[in-house]
């Protein structure tokens, strides 16, 4: 059985295409993919699927580029494939986004290629097929694993993920070469290939060759392999973990983070993933993280409150007394108090009137206040009276309290010059409860999200 026939088994083994689909494939001019377009062209009309060859020019490597475009065009014309070439600038991208050149690339390719599926995908199904194969698989797997990427890096590329295939993934490199010799079916090298500079190139000329030598000649294939069966665990552990995430996090003024205690009761493997789950939605993404980050964070768990980690793109994770937070730095700590407005009146007291107990609206004594009433938030010497007559400051308050220091200055308070008559939201002050003796009560409701001037009935 060769390359077409084998290939042809798999994609009917694992749904790849379907009979009308559109197969848009990426087409560099390399072996890779120059063996992936002459298969399916192979197999379109058997199969009752169309292809659509693709070429992105990065904008890279000018003169070796637009080689390269041309080629891929003509043997589009040649073979009567239809073709779209796509123009995307990388080293912009690169700059702006702070990304290897390499990523910035696949970033765009990627792009480029759902564009073009974009343009068919209303009247049709469209899949996209790019040539990775299982030397791919395996340098990726050793290169994720080298930079301490746990599992999910383990896991290499999928067969399919959305509606991108990769019907090559099960060759090895030398099976592609060999089905290029045999049919004398011409490609270009890419310069960049033989250089050094990027991590993947010296992975692909050194340590793989080196392994099939001196380790086991099918070394690429059992590491390919393995990275497919770690795939589906996976798979599988991250069904659990999104259902002890969405358990356990903790969403409030723009910011995303953990409770600690519950996160704590999770086995050690399952708070990785949930962590990870936690920095891909604050950071958009796992950009940068490694095991060290998922490590640092877990020890955050039993660190005191204040406790401070940074992390890569900006961001960092703050303790506070249980919750672990990931915020950026850009991102500002309002100082301002909350939008509201206070509601207050006054009225005679007896002693059957029941005292509410809605934390949005207080009773007072009227004859404890001595001085004119001021809604802001804390400054320093500002006390609130305890049981027993006792004064506690605001801090000392907020602190047994376990107000987040992050929010600490923006609670509201209700103050009687710098003795503190309520701290909205928590407890008032002993002072100025109502008492048997009360003649009259002063009643102050606040008004979340309402911005109106203080209203006195």
């Given at each position: ?26 087409v ?6 120059m063996?992936?377009?002459?298969i ?30 041309v ?6 014309k ?16 690169v700059l ?15 792009r ?22 299982c030397?791919?698989?395996a ?14 890096g ?28 045999a049919r ?68 409030e ?7 600690c205690?519950?996160?704590k ?10 962590i ?8 958009d ?26 992390l ?5 994770a703050h ?29 005679l ?26 809604f ?53 002050s ?26 006195y009935?």
């Amino acid at each position: 059985m060769d390359m077409v026939e084998k290939t042809e088994k798999m994609i009917k083994e694992h749904n790849l295409l379907h009979r009308g689909q559109l197969c848009i494939v990426g087409v560099s001019g390399g072996a890779d993919s120059m063996a992936l377009l002459h298969i399916l062209c192979n197999l379109r009309q058997g199969m009752g699927f169309e292809v659509l060859a693709v070429h992105v020019h990065h904008g890279l490597r000018k003169n070796e580029a637009d080689r390269d475009a041309v080629f891929v065009e003509n043997i589009c014309k040649e073979k009567d494939i239809p073709f779209v070439l796509c123009h995307v600038d990388v080293q912009s991208y690169v700059l702006e986004h702070k990304v290897s050149t390499e990523e910035g690339a696949r970033i765009l390719r990627y792009r480029a290629f759902a564009e073009v599926a974009g343009r068919y995908a209303a009247k049709r199904k469209v899949c996209i097929a790019v040539a990775h194969h299982c030397n791919d698989q395996a340098e990726t797997l050793l290169m994720n694993l080298c930079r301490g990427s746990g599992l999910r890096g383990l896991t290499g590329m999928h067969l399919q993920r959305g509606n991108i295939i990769r019907p090559l993934l099960f060759f090895c490199r030398r099976e592609i070469e060999e089905y290029l010799k045999a049919r004398q079916i011409s490609y270009i090298t890419d310069s960049t290939n033989a250089s050094l500079d990027y991590t993947r190139n010296r992975v692909r000329r050194s340590i793989l060759p080196m392994l099939e030598a001196e380790v086991n000649i099918a070394s690429i294939k059992h590491i390919s392999a393995a990275a497919g069966q770690l795939g589906e665990v996976f798979d599988y552990i991250q069904v659990q973990a999104r259902k002890h995430y969405e358990q356990v996090v903790v969403r409030e003024d723009k910011k995303v983070g953990l409770s600690c205690e519950k996160v704590k009761e999770l086995p050690l493997f399952l708070q990785g993933e949930v962590i990870r789950l936690l920095l891909e939605e604050a950071m958009d993404g796992l950009r940068d993280i490694s095991s060290i980050h998922i490590e640092g964070l877990k020890e955050m768990f039993s660190k005191e409150t204040g406790s401070h980690m940074d992390l890569p793109q900006g961001y960092f994770a703050h303790r506070d007394y249980c919750k672990l937070w990931i915020i950026h730095k850009s991102q500002k700590i309002s100082k301002e108090k909350e939008n509201g407005r206070f509601e207050c009146r006054r009225f005679l007291y007896t002693q059957n009137m029941e005292i509410p107990t809605q934390e949005d609206v207080k009773w007072f004594d009227e004859e404890a206040f001595e001085g004119e009433v001021c809604f802001r938030t804390r400054k320093t010497g500002d006390y609130i009276e305890i049981a027993g007559g006792k004064h506690k400051s605001i801090k000392a308050l907020m602190i047994d309290e376990k107000i987040p220091a992050l929010i600490r200055d923006k609670i509201l308070l209700v103050a009687d010059g710098s003795h503190i008559v309520w701290v909205v939201g928590y407890r008032i002050s002993q002072a100025y409860k109502i008492k048997s003796s009360t003649t009259y009560v002063r009643e102050i409701k606040y008004i979340k999200g309402d911005t109106k001037d203080v209203v006195y009935h």
